[in-house]
């Protein structure tokens, strides 16, 4: 039996972050075909999409913020102020990105995020649905992962 020695560090260190994140994504890729085979093509990047809502006056009425990544469209943010709550402009704004997504990026998915508390029965009714709930994250708040078939 070999005995072996390490030192445990707690700091942030962001060259060892890289460095770890870089050989991750090496042993992910030599262990997956589907990454392998993703590596090295447009559909690898992120790829930032955002759409955004303005008012008469030019102010921010609402957006969401997403990415697009391996065929997937990631919600990241869905905002929409306060007088045009109910009004339809959020569904509009993740309609837009989806289409963006389907029919620009050729994305198959989407996923987001979101605490029960904000917005997951908006999802469901726009076709979205729950593949994990996470109970006290953070304490005393459920999160949901929601995705949808987008083709």
């Known amino acids: 039996m070999v005995s072996r020695m390490f030192r445990i560090e707690t700091e942030v260190d962001k060259e060892r972050r890289d460095l770890l994140h870089s050989r991750l994504r090496d042993t992910n890729t030599a262990a997956s075909p589907e990454l392998r085979a993703l590596r090295g093509t447009p559909r690898e ?35 929409v102020d306060a007088p045009h709550r109910g009004t339809g402009l959020g569904t509009r704004l993740l309609a837009e990105a989806e289409r963006v997504a389907r029919t620009e990026r050729d994305c198959l998915a989407a996923r987001v995020e979101t605490w029960d508390f904000q917005a997951p029965e908006f999802y469901r009714k726009q076709g979205y649905e729950v593949v994990s709930v996470i109970p006290d994250y953070p304490p005393g708040i459920t999160e949901y992962i929601l995705t949808k078939r987008l083709r």
């Open 45 to 79: 990047r992120e790829v930032p999409l955002h759409v955004w809502a303005l008012d008469a006056a030019g102010e921010l009425a609402g957006g969401v913020v997403c990415h697009t990544w391996a065929e997937w469209l990631h919600v990241t943010y869905l905002w």
